[in-house]
């Protein structure tokens, strides 16, 4: 079954209403074995791709990925990139800020994360927390220091919003193709999720009282998703909403989009030039005598 990964793009520009994107869609695999065999092959297919990113040292891929508690981004990172060269994948986790962190600028502690040309860099949470969650939670403006004047909600969202494209854009005509995923989880499913959590004693460590805390502010939480989606999209960093409710077909919409991405860089091994290609036969046959 082929994934049409523009299916599940945002456009740039456009208004978003997330009732209007599935949180299920028709599974993209036959069967349990048929999806192993799938992940396997683009797992494989990823591999190849990053050690030629890696090989070439040109361009730098960041993933980042957001979503609600309970949609699967732990999963998706550990399936999806399972076969990935860890020397060349950075993953950083990002939970409530520092003291240290808290006296910079809100991109601060992501931006001294980013990685490295040649390098995949994961964002498992991110930036878009500072319109997310801070939009939902306002009091946690108080915590950042900010001068007054800067704090009006009237225009800090849109300010904080065009920070963030202006550094998308700045990366990418710097050599960091940037990629970001909603994974759109309903509220049912996130209830069953919990509730597997709570009942499996190897899950209980991932259930937190904030958790449910959380889902009370689900309908502020959709619409601070709605606006940050419609507002942070473009063609250089663009956001896919991908339908979480099936983890299997999550997993895969998500590598397809990676390796559609990786294809658009059109990478290959560097070659050499004819004075080091005779260079490496001299070499060569000095290992064979």
């Not at 208004?15 to 994107?21: A, E, S, T």
């Not at 992940?39 to 993933?63: P, T």
């Not at 959380?214 to 606006?227: G, I, K, L, N, V």
Request: hydrophobic share 35%; aromatic share 10%; glycine share 4%.
């Amino acid at each position: 079954m082929k994934i049409e990964t523009k299916d599940y793009r945002v456009p740039e520009g456009h208004k978003v209403d997330l009732g209007k994107w599935p949180t299920r869609v028709e599974p993209v695999y036959k069967s349990k074995a048929d999806y192993k065999v799938r992940l396997k092959r683009a797992v494989g297919e990823l591999s190849r791709q990053q050690r030629m990113l890696y090989a070439g040292n040109r361009n730098a891929v960041l993933l980042i990925f957001q979503a609600m508690d309970a949609a699967g981004k732990d999963g998706a990172i550990r399936h999806v990139m399972s076969g990935i060269n860890p020397q060349g994948c950075q993953v950083f986790s990002f939970k409530h800020p520092s003291a240290e962190e808290l006296d910079h600028d809100f991109l601060w502690r992501t931006t001294r994360n980013l990685p490295e040309r040649g390098r995949i860099g994961i964002f498992n949470r991110s930036y878009y927390e500072e319109v997310l969650i801070v939009r939902v939670h306002p009091e946690i403006l108080i915590s950042e220091g900010l001068p007054d004047a800067l704090k009006k909600e009237s225009h800090i969202w849109r300010d904080r919003y065009r920070s963030i494209t202006d550094l998308e854009r700045h990366l990418d005509q710097n050599g960091t193709r940037i990629v970001k995923f909603f994974l759109h989880l309903s509220k049912d499913e996130q209830r069953k999720r919990f509730l597997a959590r709570i009942d499996n004693p190897e899950k209980n460590w991932k259930f937190s009282v904030d958790d449910i805390k959380e889902r009370q502010y689900w309908s502020a939480y959709m619409r601070a998703y709605e606006d940050c989606l419609a507002a942070t999209s473009t063609d250089h960093a663009p956001w896919f909403v991908v339908p979480a409710d099936d983890k299997k077909t999550a997993r895969l919409i998500v590598s397809q989009i990676i390796l559609d991405t990786f294809a658009d860089l059109k990478m290959s091994y560097p070659t050499v030039d004819e004075e080091r290609l005779r260079e490496l036969q001299s070499i060569r046959t000095q290992l064979v005598e």
